[in-house]
């Protein structure tokens, strides 16, 4: 086997740290996200203001508990993993939401939110997710609580407790949640543990690009990242020579290419695999779906072509309609 984890020992098999956001999902014609300024495809920070001015022109197919890392979590879970996850919210209606919505998806959720005056400047965070006829996703983030993680809202109990720790991109933008990164990274390895990291978006890699590779070259052992990332990363247009590098500083890379599906690259080994063919209704949680039945897969000591096969599988059925979770019990799909 390719996986060399300490499974017997853990509590959980995955650890999910980032941005504990309500997903608000709304179907718009092609030409709105432009017509709006924004860049399609992308994912945009706004503030308060903006959130709710977006959230009055739109109609909302969708309301759920999200966030890359959290969508991941919930369908790592889906697929019979034992699951946690951090992240910040609120003590407010959402955040109580979020929470029991996340323990409703048997996501052990053990984060302590904002107090007082600090949640209410800070509310729970939500991304309005404008889904276009196409079936692409233009995200508009408004953080809030989000931004207010850090090295205390580590707890290192559960790190240690878990076989590997899974950490977004998304998150990544505050000094504080940077400095959480590599704490939860070095009590992970001090305990034995795997890091994990999802480049998440490549506008997250442009604005710290040089901090996303310290952290990748002295803290990550698997490295999620879809083509336009990782090229981003390493300032590269060619694909082959992104991938090289970065699994010359990772244990491996495991790097989506959309319809081309996917490539895990360990030392001189390379795996391509399939993607798994369906209807594209809505992209949302595509990369955060692969990336749960991989570490599902690889959690349960599979091969990692067996690890791909099973990230284009979750990939494929949330692809299929709207929203970033599931709509199936997708274990059978793990071949217990």
């Not at 959402?94 to 998806?105: E, K, L, R, W």
């Not at 790190?159 to 400095?179: C, H, K, N, T, W």
């Not at 949302?284 to 349960?300: K, M, N």
Request: one cysteine or more; proline letters at 4%.
């Amino acid at each position: 086997m390719e996986n060399s984890g300490q499974a017997a020992e853990c509590r959980f098999d995955l650890l999910g740290i980032g941005n504990a956001i309500v997903d608000v999902l709304a179907p718009v014609e092609a030409a709105f996200p432009q017509r709006n300024g924004m860049t399609p495809g992308s994912m945009t920070l706004i503030d308060a203001a903006r959130a709710t001015a977006l959230y009055g022109q739109i109609r909302r197919e969708k309301e759920m508990g999200g966030g890359s890392a959290a969508n991941t979590c919930v369908v790592a879970s889906n697929m019979g993993a034992r699951v946690a996850y951090l992240g910040k919210v609120a003590d407010d209606a959402p955040g109580q939401a979020f929470g029991a919505d996340m323990q409703a998806a048997g996501v052990y959720f053990p984060s302590v939110p904002l107090q007082g005056d600090e949640s209410v400047n800070n509310p729970t965070a939500r991304c309005i997710i404008l889904v276009t006829p196409d079936g692409q996703r233009t995200m508009n983030t408004y953080l809030g609580a989000c931004v207010r993680f850090g090295p205390e809202d580590v707890l290192a109990d559960v790190v240690r407790a878990s076989r590997v720790i899974y950490m977004e991109g998304y998150l990544f933008d505050p000094p504080a949640a940077q400095e959480a990164f590599r704490t939860a990274a070095r009590i992970a390895h001090d305990a034995g543990r795997k890091v994990a990291l999802s480049l998440s978006d490549r506008f997250c890699v442009d604005r710290h690009r040089a901090a996303f590779h310290d952290l990748v070259r002295g803290h990550i052992d698997i490295l999620f990242a879809n083509e336009d990332e990782i090229c981003a990363l390493y300032q590269t247009d060619d694909f082959d020579e992104a991938a090289r590098r970065a699994a010359a500083e990772t244990h491996f890379a495991v790097l989506t290419r959309s319809e081309r599906g996917s490539v895990i690259i360990q030392g001189q080994q390379r795996i391509v695999v399939d993607s798994v063919r369906t209807e594209v209704v809505d992209t949302t949680g595509a990369g955060d779906a692969y990336a749960a039945g991989f570490l599902a897969g690889w959690t349960s000591d599979r091969t990692l072509a067996e690890c791909g096969r099973l990230g284009s599988v979750a990939a494929s059925e949330v692809i299929s309609h709207y929203g970033a979770r599931p709509l199936m019990n997708m274990r059978q799909d793990m071949d217990f």
